[in-house]
C-alpha cells in the first residue's frame, strides 16, 4: 500500500498563498502520476493539478496561470504553491498518486490522501 500525508492548509485572505505538500510513502516501486484533487459539499471531486514522473503537468483551467505544481522523486513528494488566491478556490484539497507497489510491480492502483482544508475568505 501507499499513504499519502498532506500538510500546508489553512485559512488565507483572498489573494493570498498557500503551498501544499504531499508525502507518500510505504512500498513503492513508482508513482507514475501524482497530484491534486479538491472538493466541495455537494459537488463532485475535482482536478486541480497533476505531474508525471516525466514532470509532465495539467491544470484546471480555474486555477492556470495561479497554482503551479512540482515534485520530487527523491522524496515522493509532490507540492502545489497556490497564489493570488480567490474564495473559490476555498475546498478540501486531496493529494493522489497513481503507481505500483514492490508487492506487486505490474499492478498499478490510485491512491488518496485524508484531505486538507483550504478557505480563502474574501
Known amino acids: 500500500q501507499v499513504q499519502l500525508v498532506e500538510s500546508g492548509g489553512g485559512l488565507v485572505q483572498a489573494g493570498g498563498s498557500l503551498r501544499l505538500s504531499c508525502a507518500a510513502s510505504?512500498?513503492?516501486?513508482?508513482?507514475?502520476?501524482m497530484g491534486w484533487y479538491r472538493q466541495v459539499p455537494g459537488k463532485q471531486r475535482e482536478l486541480v493539478a497533476t505531474?508525471?514522473?516525466?514532470?509532465?503537468?495539467d491544470y484546471a483551467d480555474s486555477v492556470k496561470g495561479r497554482f503551479t505544481i512540482a515534485r520530487d522523486n527523491a522524496k515522493n513528494t509532490v507540492y502545489l504553491q497556490m497564489n493570488s488566491l480567490k474564495p473559490e478556490d476555498t475546498a478540501v484539497y486531496y493529494c493522489?498518486?497513481?503507481?505500483?507497489?514492490?508487492?506487486?510491480?505490474?499492478?498499478?492502483?490510485?491512491?488518496w490522501g485524508q484531505g486538507t482544508q483550504v478557505t480563502v475568505s474574501s
Open positions: 493522489y498518486a497513481y503507481g505500483s507497489t514492490s508487492y506487486n510491480l505490474f499492478k498499478r492502483d490510485n491512491y
Open positions: 505531474i508525471t514522473s516525466g514532470s509532465n503537468t
Open positions: 510505504g512500498l513503492i516501486f513508482s508513482l507514475n502520476i
